[in-house]
């Protein structure tokens, strides 16, 4: 890895700032967030240069034990904005949480880095007090999964990516309802995909369904445009690939693992 690149790491943000960010390092909480020019973490207050006596850990400051991308990118926000106004019990603490960083509680001392009542930032006094120590071994979420399911959903990944870059091509000249079905059709299969990776117990289903919806909705909405003729040979590849896929999820259903159909799944996050 690059280390320390001197003055240049007050100027510009670099691999050894960039780490510090996405760090759950006590230390690494709220800090560096420039994309290109550091200086403005150095304004804000939010500045911190790596410690390499304590190398940044990644991830979040608790675990999610999931795959599940919409719970990864959301749930921490519904905590932030949910489950901490629910444990506030004065009105104006509960209206300040939005505007303080994400470890503030009401007794923190925070001071404010900018222009008064214009614009700025709130930045805790002591900023690594309530932020949870990293317990070693770090145990990242990484559950068995069979290498039938890894080679199904790679596949099928490779589609959706080929799906997406045409969307992207040729976005301007769908319909509304072409538009919306293969949008809707990429966000139900990245769905789908982290439900299968967690194993929970109703993603086999899930998995048919979208199959079914791709053959009977998706592929004669999408491609019943004339920019999309040329994609004849994808087309057919997808009503192959949707069939077969649909035949698979029966014979796992009634041969392999019923695990994919009725087991629940309880999802534990840990700190």
Not at 36 to 59: C, N
Not at 168 to 187: D, H, N, P, R, V
Request: proline content about 6%; glycine content about 6%; overall charge positive.
């Amino acid at each position: 890895a690059i280390g320390n690149l001197g003055i240049l790491e007050y100027v510009l943000v670099t691999p050894s700032s960039h780490r510090v960010h996405h760090g759950r390092n006590p230390y690494c909480i709220d800090k560096n967030y420039g994309g290109t020019l550091i200086i403005w973490d150095i304004l804000f207050g939010t500045f911190e240069l790596e410690r390499p006596s304590e190398p940044p850990i990644y991830g979040t400051v608790t675990t999610v034990n999931s795959f599940n991308v919409f719970y990864c990118q959301w749930n921490d926000f519904k905590w932030y904005f949910w489950g901490k106004q629910r444990t506030l019990q004065n009105f104006y603490d509960r209206i300040r949480v939005p505007f303080c960083p994400p470890a503030w509680q009401p007794n923190d001392s925070v001071r404010w880095i900018g222009i008064p009542k214009v614009f700025g930032w709130v930045r805790r006094v002591y900023t690594e007090d309530g932020i949870p120590l990293i317990q070693y071994p770090v145990i990242k979420y990484n559950p068995a999964i069979q290498l039938w399911l890894k080679c199904y959903i790679a596949i099928h990944f490779c589609f959706v990516f080929q799906m997406y870059w045409t969307f992207s091509e040729f976005y301007k000249t769908l319909s509304y309802a072409q538009f919306y079905a293969q949008l809707g059709f990429i966000f139900l299969s990245f769905l789908s995909f982290g439900f299968m990776l967690d194993k929970r117990g109703f993603s086999g289903a899930l998995e048919i369904v979208r199959c079914l919806l791709a053959q009977f909705i998706l592929l004669p909405v999408t491609f019943d445009n004339p920019t999309m003729s040329e994609f004849t040979t994808l087309s057919t590849m997808l009503y192959c690939l949707m069939s077969a896929s649909i035949s698979i999820w029966i014979v796992v259903f009634l041969f392999v693992d019923h695990q994919f159909f009725f087991r629940l799944h309880h999802r534990k996050t840990s700190s």
